[in-house]
């Protein structure tokens, strides 16, 4: 037999025997036999693991062994299968006379069609090929970690107690810090995965047993890298497909546009939009434990004439300064410091009372004085001032966020009517 009459043969027996055709992986095993080829040719044309191909070649020549009533292995099969004529296999002798007319005829009928058969297998090797090719190249260029995976199951219990690698592309081998040579047929997934979370593993056994597919971003850190990666599983009959892609530059840029939304160009600190979210934060937070919070609203003295006088760069060095000297006296976690206008700042201080506020305001203008920072055209002395105004309340039912706001900047509105470097506190 030719390879061509052979595949058409243990493709017709098999078809006989069990109602299936020949697999593109039993062709492959077959033409590898015939060429003298080893499972590990097999396994890279192919992205699967040598173990699977070597169960899989032992199945088949196990099933022609049947056939042919003696032992096929994958280093005698050409050898016997050549000696054998396809149409000795095929077609058994006629049993009367009358059946031998028709036997010619049906041998060139059957000769004819499995020419077209051989013709139709030649184009289909070649698009297989082809696709095969395709499909090499697109795992080898992929940005993407890309993996398919089998279970490997309690053999006791059927418990999914690992994941072996049936396919591993380059990016999936330099995300696990292997070669594709230490992944494929590997037991490797739990401890690889592991070190990126501890929950993943379970959450990919929940795929292969529920059939809902994983889709989200981990956050992965040790003491000399920060990686996000997302994360893509889906079910694979008894496994699954693995795609991993690192997000971790994208998502750097996305925390430095939220930090930049979140922070006052200029100063460096909390800007209004930060100051609203947390305040109200604790707000709620502060609803629930009955404790008081504390505003401060800090307003520069006669900005407005120190600009005209000294001139806008000079005076936002000025507002900078002022910021950072604000910003040093908020020595805990949770206050906060923020830019709440052009010259004005805010300080939050939760589970702060009135005295613990004006203390930390005393503390604010002190520093503030410490920097000296000359203002000629100031009517509270040589250097810049500030003057505040002080809220605290214990926020309930009855009362909002607003609330507080507002008297912490009535305050501030009868601290500047008073006179300059003048403090107002307003008990709520």
Known sequence: MTIEETLKFIDSSLQNKTGKQLTTLETEIILAAWENRTYNNVADKLYLSVGYIKDMASKLWQFLSEILDEKITKTNLRRLLEKYNIADIT???????????????????????????????????????????????????????????????????????????????PVISQIFSSTKEELIDKLLLKSLIDKISSTLFNSLVQVVETGEAFNQELYYEDSQIQKWYHIIAVKLGDGISLTIRDISKCKLVELELIRQSRVDALTNIPNRRCFDEY??????????EQKPISLILCDIDNFSYYNYFYSHQIGDNCLIKIAQAINNCAKRAVDLVARYGGDEFAVILPNTDANGALHMEELIRSQIANLKIPHEQSQAGQHITVSSGIATMIPTGNTNVESLMMAADKALYQAKKQRDNCIVVFYG
């Open 91 to 169: 077609y058994s002798l006629p049993n009367n006379i009358e059946d031998v007319s028709n036997l010619n005829l049906n041998l060139k009928e059957y000769t004819l069609q499995l020419q077209q058969e051989i013709e139709e297998l030649r184009q289909t090797k070649e698009i297989l090929y082809q696709s095969r090719a395709f499909l090499t190249s697109v795992l080898n260029s992929s940005v993407d970690g890309i993996a398919a995976m089998q279970t490997v199951r309690n053999t006791s219990t059927g418990e999914i107690i690992d994941f072996r690698f049936l396919v591993a592309n």
């Open 279 to 288: 305040l109200n934060q604790e707000w709620q937070r502060y609803k629930r």
